[in-house]
């Protein structure tokens, strides 16, 4: 069967609904990003898959979705790399105390309340193969998750980046990226060492050497590269070339230790040199394909993966709506409540609180790790990617009313104010 | 100080209940697994009866997807028919949920054949085996039809 016609109509087919639906949300007031999300489950089982089956089949035969899915992958690389070089230490350090409580506490509430949640729902939602513990701390580490990008590009869009709030905010979701997929990355290694014959040990020592080389030595490397950049001012191929070669070994090695390919890439982001110049530069050039071709697809992907007609009858609705509520609660409450005693006012409180509950793409990106490794079922995947939608759809609506206009011009009015005295 | 006390307080002590939380979760017993694709063989004595469209004279799979106890079970035999059920302790029991013919594809919209399938997961070493019959309501011939299936594949969470 001709497999390349194939895939390229697949990709002609998922951009246009993509930039289609972007633009419709875009229109409501919604980031693109979460437009792109609904696209793919509406070109999946869940509509296109339901109205016309014929269609569906004959646009997505099964045997083309490895094409798709390892395009998607690779794209995913990139995606975590971007992730990862957006996070700055040194905004983390101006703001370590609060940043630090209100974005631990913003994870071990809902992680919590994850872990409860799941004492009622794995007699309900699994099933004997997979163990309670990684079955608890997965749901777990799914409920703390904050989107990064997508808070960057709400925090940017209500011009809130350059008040109290939106640097908290940031500094809380990188301290919490990093967390979260701290304790994915465990999930991992718990359930992969469950099933294979590679010894745990292994696993543990072994990424604790690497994250050491990576600190120690590979990112004197990366200094390296950025003075090459300097020396040009700009990125060559061949400097390009090597970045590249950086970023996919990185992900070789830590899927080969058992961990995730994406760990690799989120690591090499993390520790490469921040200076704005080449920062920028690097990203220019990965940006846009990775935004515009890429992550559709990847939305496509898990949208073919998710079945929301698994969740059916009032039984299957109610666990659903418990998922919600709790990832809600947990995130909302436990970041608002941290941002409070660390001396905010209630209502930038409830912004910080509102913010971090901002699930998104990184959410997806864990749902399919989930999936993948075999923790939940399709039912459970599911009923995770509408919780996703929902509390990041409710984002950009509910800090207009919690935190209105008038009270971010005036937070970073006072915010320029403080740094220029 | 006081934000170090904050700190225990509002990170340690959840971090003592989660761990606590996850000692008591090792108690539950979740349902017993079934995904998957099952062969199923009619049994040798079996006459012809209503089941003829359901389950082949030969063999017939049977695809279940399950979502803890509750499953949908596809067989694809001269028709594809899909019942929708529960799984409590071994015991399987699912009702009709929807028929096609696959021989006349006009018939869609026909009426659905109610059938009932009770079946017993059993577990010997190296393999699973369902025993069971499927029920026929109304069936002027014979009411139930005895079968057994052998596990072929685990379901694609397995297949790792």
Redesign the interface.
């Given at each position: 069967m001709p497999q390349l016609p194939t895939l390229l109509i697949q990709v002609v087919v998922i951009l246009l609904v993509a930039r289609l639906v972007g633009w419709i949300f875009r229109r409501i007031h919604q980031p693109q990003v979460i437009g792109e999300m609904a696209a793919g489950i509406l070109l999946g089982p869940s509509l296109l898959g339901w109205v016309s089956p014929a269609i569906s089949s004959a646009l997505f035969p099964i045997e083309s979705l490895g094409f798709l899915n390892s395009l998607s992958q690779v794209g995913l690389l990139f995606f975590m790399f971007l992730v990862g070089m957006e996070l700055d230490g040194r905004r983390l350090l101006e703001r370590r105390h609060t940043a630090v409580l209100t974005s631990h506490v913003s994870i071990i509430f809902p992680f919590l309340l994850g872990t409860l949640a799941a004492l009622y729902l794995y007699p309900r939602l699994s099933d004997e193969r997979v163990k309670f513990v990684h079955f608890a701390l997965f749901l777990g580490a799914a409920m703390s998750v904050t989107a990064f990008p997508v808070l960057a590009r709400i925090l940017t869009e209500r011009r809130l980046l350059g008040g109290e709030v939106g640097a908290v905010a940031v500094a809380c979701a990188a301290v919490g990226d990093v967390t979260a997929w701290c304790l994915l990355a465990a999930v991992v290694v718990l359930v992969r060492a469950y099933d294979s014959l590679a010894p745990l040990w292994l696993t543990v020592f072994g990424s604790a050497a690497y994250i050491a080389a990576m600190l120690l030595v590979i990112r004197r490397v990366l200094i390296g590269l950025q003075r090459m950049y300097e020396k040009r001012s700009a990125i060559t191929q061949d400097l390009m070339a090597l970045i590249l070669l950086l970023v996919f070994g990185s992900a070789w090695v830590t899927e080969q230790l058992g961990i995730h390919a994406l760990f690799g890439a989120f690591l090499i982001g993390v520790i490469m040199p921040k200076e704005a110049g080449f920062k920028r530069a690097l990203s220019g050039k990965l940006e846009d394909l990775t935004v515009v071709l890429f992550l559709p697809l990847f939305f496509a992907f898990t949208g073919l993966r998710t079945r929301i007609g698994l969740v059916h009858g009032g039984d299957m609705w109610f666990y659903c709506a418990l998922i919600i509520a709790v990832a809600i609660v947990g995130k909302f409450g436990g970041a608002a409540l941290a941002a409070r005693l660390t001396g905010m006012s209630w209502r930038e409180a409830g912004a910080i609180g509102i913010l971090m509950n901002t699930r998104g793409l990184i959410e997806l990106v864990i749902l399919n790790i989930g999936l993948e490794i075999g923790v939940i079922s399709p039912a459970v995947f599911a009923m995770m990617v509408l919780m996703a939608l929902v509390t990041t759809v409710m984002t950009a609506p509910l800090l207009d009313l919690i935190y209105p206009p008038r009270l971010r011009r005036r937070d970073v009015s006072d915010s320029g104010a403080a740094r220029a005295a | 100080m006081k934000?170090i006390l904050?700190?225990l307080f509002?990170?340690g002590v959840?971090?003592l209940?989660?761990s606590e939380?996850?000692r008591?979760?090792?108690r539950?017993?979740?349902?017993?697994?079934v995904?998957g694709t099952w062969m199923i063989e009619r049994d040798a004595g079996a006459e012809a009866s209503c089941s003829d469209d359901v389950i082949s004279s030969d063999s017939t799979v049977l695809t279940i997807?399950?979502?803890?106890?509750?499953l949908v079970l596809t067989l694809n035999g001269r028709n594809r028919t899909t019942l929708e059920g529960e799984i409590h302790d071994a015991k399987i029991t699912a009702v009709t949920a929807g028929f096609a013919s696959l021989s006349s594809p006009d018939s869609q919209g026909a009426a659905v054949p109610e059938i009932q399938l009770n079946a017993t997961v059993e577990r010997t070493s190296g393999s699973d085996r369902l025993l069971g019959a499927l029920v026929f309501n109304p069936c002027p011939s014979i009411t139930a039809t005895p079968f057994s299936a052998k596990r072929q594949t685990t379901g694609p969470?397995?297949e790792?």
């Open positions: - | 934000p904050l700190y509002l990170v959840p971090v209940a989660v939380v996850l008591a979760g090792q539950l017993r979740p349902p017993v697994f995904e997807s399950q979502s803890g106890p509750h969470l397995q790792r």
